[in-house]
């Protein structure tokens, strides 16, 4: 059975805790180095350590709930069983049925390939190099990785160029064996699991995405005041500088 983690308003804040301060659900997901299950069997990573700060400075109680699949965390986040999601983009897609926090760090979406063949693709300036060399790509199977991305996706699908991973690991050793030329996907999380796995991996000079990434709220399960609550708290903790001391800890700007 896996482990559930409680984080009380009254643990997180001590005797400052507030009978107001609000209640948020999350399930813990597997996403190194940003959250993931330490060796001793307790939730860690850089997003970990910043919500955790956060939900402290703004008097609200974090419940994890076990680890679940993305596709799964997702619907139950939109049926109103989860409240809370961490490292979410806003988009007017998800703004049916969340409201999103002021921006807590960025995320970088890079293109990889595997080191003794990165030479073969410095000439890759934009995706759209992709369905004119024909060239095949791994991508994940869920998220949000930017409008070029978006755009290119049906055509690289339609002539089969196109294979998705469900999670890191799975990708890069799909791309070790060979399936694909090139890899896309969060660059911190793929240079961590190719270290991890000891596959070596080279980053070409195009950025694919640089953009905030926000904590999302469930609009059915949480209230504006939450969201301001939240958002008060990452601007004071920016302004002291505690934030950006998490981020630097884990290479981070």
Not at 2 to 22: E, F, K
Not at 55 to 74: D, I, N
Not at 103 to 120: D, K, M, P
Not at 201 to 222: F, S
């Amino acid at each position: 059975m896996q482990a559930h983690y409680v984080l009380s308003a009254a643990a997180l804040l001590g005797a400052a805790a507030q009978p107001s301060a609000c209640e948020l659900s999350m399930a813990l997901e597997q996403w190194p180095p940003y959250v993931y299950t330490a060796a001793q069997g307790e939730p860690t990573g850089m997003d970990w350590e910043l919500v955790q700060a956060i939900l402290k400075e703004a008097g609200c109680g974090l419940k994890v709930q076990a680890e679940l699949p993305t596709a799964r965390r997702q619907a139950l986040f939109e049926q109103g069983q989860l409240d809370l999601m961490l490292a979410a983009s806003d988009t007017p897609e998800r703004r049916r049925h969340a409201r999103f926090s002021t921006l807590y760090r960025y995320e970088t979406v890079g293109l990889f390939t595997r080191s003794s063949l990165r030479a073969q693709y410095l000439h890759v300036g934009s995706l759209d190099v992709l369905a004119r060399d024909k060239l095949t790509l791994l991508a994940p199977k869920v998220g949000w990785y930017g409008p070029a991305y978006a755009r290119l996706q049906p055509a690289l699908t339609a002539s089969g160029k196109l294979s998705t991973f469900l999670n890191f690991e799975q990708g890069l050793r799909m791309l070790e064996a060979g399936r694909a030329d090139l890899i896309l996907g969060d660059s911190g999380a793929l240079r961590h699991q190719a270290r991890v796995l000891g596959i070596a991996i080279a980053p070409l000079p195009l950025v694919v995405l640089r953009a905030p990434v926000h904590l999302m709220l469930n609009k059915n399960t949480t209230s504006v005041a939450d969201l301001q609550r939240i958002d008060a708290a990452i601007a004071r903790l920016e302004r002291q500088g505690v934030l950006a001391a998490i981020r630097a800890r884990y290479g981070e700007l």
